[in-house]
């Protein structure tokens, strides 16, 4: 089994994306862990509309190639798009960040709000193994 930290963010209609998100996670992969949703500003665009964003700790057969791919579906599925090439509108965003117990994503030391959600997955962790 693999473990996969997924970082996942929106700022269109962020409350109900993230829901359908998670919902289509959970058919391909035990959702272990989830962080608190975060509001966050968006990177580089002036006076754009803030995202909610989060992690969760996923347990997965699939090897990282595969489980990527399937990110890509599930951001197609929910419509991941752009509202124009110069906003920063996402409906969906998914992204491995961690891959048992690796980083793979750079964001993770440039973006405090995924340090943040990944750090209270960990307490989580702790939590659960010291009851």
Known sequence: MNRAVIGLG???DPDAHIGRALEAL???GAILKKSSVRETAPLGAV???PY???VVLVET???LEAFQSRLKVIEETLGRRQVQKTSQRITI??????WNGE???KEVFERSFLAESIQEIG???RQAIAR
């Open 10 to 12: 929106s700022n269109i």
């Open 26 to 28: 959970s058919a391909f």
């Open 47 to 49: 006076g754009d509309v």
């Open 52 to 54: 909610k964003n989060g």
């Open 61 to 63: 057969e699939q090897d």
């Open 93 to 98: 965003d998914l992204d491995v960040v961690m």
């Open 103 to 105: 980083v793979v994503r």
């Open 123 to 125: 307490e989580k962790i």
